[in-house]
């Protein structure tokens, strides 16, 4: 099994080189129908995020504008066999679950790439791409109408991604190849296949070629970056290296290869998908988890890892991220006067936000190294909680709300920058009921603060007085204790401070659901 990755990318001052990058994302096929909207599986999901976290670093971070195109494959056999089995065109099938797939996309805060080719829609171009390679000596036709691309005109530049490629796999008795190893651009129909007329008669496009037109047709001879999981690595990659530059005739067409690893179930040897039937489909996962968690999930790794997923890594990331919310939360307390505390060491926070920015900068140019940036972010948010610990008395001396402000900016500027949106009880939706809802809640609070002042309240002249009326008061303590918990249950986070109660509404699937937290 191959997982090399052809380039270790290291970003200094991208303005010095080229203000623009160009990108090409393999998707997975229209034929992949089963895992498509009803069962598309979260392995393909883990690549796409990774993929889409990039994209957002070359974009936001680094100033690049990046192109991004996506080609469809709309016609393949297991789209035709398909298609055959339902009494549909597959044309039909193959857009209904192009459609899904980018829904689920959006569910999971894919960007959409700048422009989606469908391969369809490419067939003269692709059958041009074919004949200039033929003119170039590097592909042959055969009496059967196939097109083949000759490996052995190559010689030792084939493999020059993978390093060492695998011997060819056992051809049947009438291939009409002339080596084993050589690869089909244009394949001949089969009786009742869908099919486009061509020089070599009536066939429909190889795997391969279809990415290699899509790309050249946009960016012509050079690519800035290529990604797909690790097992496109070979022989999907290495092929269309293979065509380009035989078309081209150019030494390097693609820049950069980028690489995913595998999404792997904890404790097995074995990748998530379909096949093994040891997968989750997103439209199930997102009903426990939101896409936010699954995002940070994903930057836990390097993208070019394999990743184990299980309940327990999903919590661990969903617990970073209700760690960053709660710390927001604090922090804009202590700005609003909500929140007492001791004196600040602003000098100190001051120096830890500028070294987190500059670690987290570092980090993103050494190949994207999400890991590292989220942990000095962790690590930002640790010395900001040290100081806001809460007191119970109000203690003099001068506050620090700047500090506090400037490092919220830059947490949820981090965060926003590749796609996790932080718990905001302000920004939970634009819809009439959902505005409803928060004013009904806002009342319901104010009015339990109201009732837990009055219950803590002691106007009794005398001491032994005074204990009889916080007995006598204690049930409507218990009460506002109560509704807080209940109300947590329904993803309503109540906090008591010092002088006053403030409250978010969390995603269900992003909240702490122990009573009272």
């Known amino acids: 099994m191959s997982c090399c990755v052809s380039a270790r990318i290291m970003v200094s001052d991208p303005m010095a080189s080229w203000d623009s990058a160009q990108?090409?994302?393999?998707?997975?096929?229209?034929?992949?129908?089963?895992?498509?909207?009803?069962?598309?599986?979260?392995?393909?999901?883990?690549?796409?995020?990774?993929?889409?976290?990039?994209?957002?670093?070359?974009?936001?971070?680094?100033?690049?504008?990046?192109?991004?195109?996506?080609?469809?494959?709309?016609?393949?056999?297991?789209?035709?066999?398909?298609?055959?089995?339902?009494?549909?065109?597959?044309?039909?099938?193959a857009n209904l679950y192009e459609e899904e797939f980018k829904q689920d996309m959006a569910a999971l805060k894919v960007l959409p790439p700048t422009v989606y080719v469908r391969v369809t829609e490419t067939i003269p171009q692709i059958i041009s791409f074919i004949e200039g390679i033929i003119a170039n000596g590097h592909a042959y036709s055969t009496a059967q109408g196939n097109v083949y691309f000759d490996l052995q005109s190559r010689g030792d530049k084939y493999g020059k991604l993978v390093g060492v490629v695998p011997g060819p796999l056992g051809e049947p008795v009438d291939s009409d190849k002339r080596h084993a190893s050589d690869f089909a651009l244009w394949k001949a129909a089969k009786p009742q296949e869908v099919f486009w007329a061509s020089p070599w008669g009536k066939g429909r496009p190889g795997w391969h070629i279809e990415c290699s037109t899509i790309s050249s047709l946009v960016f012509g001879s050079q690519l800035d970056i290529h990604s797909g999981g690790v097992d496109l690595a070979?022989?999907?990659?290495?092929?269309?290296?293979?065509?380009?530059?035989?078309?081209?005739?150019?030494?390097?067409?693609?820049?950069?290869?980028?690489?995913?690893?595998?999404?792997?179930?904890?404790?097995?040897?074995?990748?998530?998908?379909?096949?093994?039937?040891?997968?989750?489909?997103?439209?199930?996962?997102?009903?426990?988890?939101?896409?936010?968690?699954?995002?940070?999930?994903?930057?836990?790794?390097?993208?070019?890892?394999?990743?184990?997923?299980s309940d327990g890594?999903?919590?661990?990331?969903?617990?970073?991220?209700?760690?960053?919310?709660?710390?927001?939360?604090?922090?804009?307390?202590?700005?609003?006067?909500?929140?007492?505390?001791?004196?600040?060491?602003?000098?100190?926070l001051w120096e830890r936000l500028c070294h987190t920015q500059e670690a987290v900068k570092a980090a993103l140019a050494d190949d994207f190294n999400t890991p590292a940036a989220v942990d000095a972010i962790m690590d930002l948010i640790h010395h900001g909680n040290r100081q806001l610990k809460a007191r119970t008395k109000e203690p003099g001396g001068p506050r620090s709300p700047a500090v506090f402000g400037s490092i919220v900016s830059y947490i949820k500027q981090f965060f926003e920058t590749v796609g996790i949106s932080l718990a905001d009880r302000q920004l939970v939706s634009e819809d009439s009921s959902r505005a409803t809802l928060h004013s009904v809640v806002e009342e319901l609070v104010r009015f339990r603060l109201k009732v837990r002042q009055f219950a803590l309240a002691t106007e009794a002249a005398t001491r032994e007085a005074g204990r009889q009326q916080l007995l006598d008061r204690r049930p409507l303590l218990e009460a506002c204790d109560t509704l807080r918990q209940d109300l947590a249950a329904h993803g309503i986070s109540i906090?008591?401070?010092?002088?006053?109660?403030?409250?978010?509404?969390?995603?269900?699937?992003?909240?702490?659901?122990?009573?009272?937290?």
């Not at 035989?246 to 990748?271: R, T």
């Not at 998530?272 to 995002?295: A, C, E, G, H």
């Not at 617990?319 to 710390?327: E, N, P």
């Not at 906090?495 to 937290?517: A, F, I, N, Y």
């Open 23 to 93: 990108f090409i994302n393999k998707p997975p096929e229209a034929s992949m129908i089963k895992y498509l909207g009803k069962e598309f599986p979260s392995n393909l999901a883990c690549s796409y995020v990774r993929f889409d976290i990039i994209r957002r670093i070359l974009t936001r971070v680094f100033g690049y504008n990046v192109i991004m195109v996506m080609g469809i494959t709309d016609v393949d056999d297991k789209i035709i066999h398909r298609a055959s089995e339902m009494n549909v065109s597959p044309a039909s099938l």
């Open 234 to 309: 070979f022989p999907h990659h290495e092929n269309e290296i293979a065509q380009c530059e035989a078309f081209h005739q150019c030494k390097q067409w693609g820049n950069y290869f980028l690489h995913s690893g595998h999404l792997h179930v904890k404790g097995k040897e074995e990748k998530m998908s379909k096949s093994l039937k040891n997968y989750i489909t997103i439209k199930d996962f997102l009903k426990t988890f939101s896409p936010d968690v699954f995002r940070l999930f994903c930057m836990r790794s390097s993208y070019r890892a394999a990743i184990d997923y």
């Open 313 to 348: 890594t999903m919590l661990e990331a969903k617990h970073l991220l209700l760690v960053v919310a709660a710390f927001v939360e604090d922090a804009r307390a202590y700005m609003k006067g909500q929140l007492v505390c001791g004196p600040i060491r602003d000098d100190v």
């Open 495 to 517: 906090k008591d401070r010092s002088s006053t109660s403030t409250w978010e509404l969390l995603d269900h699937r992003t909240q702490d659901h122990k009573p009272g937290s």
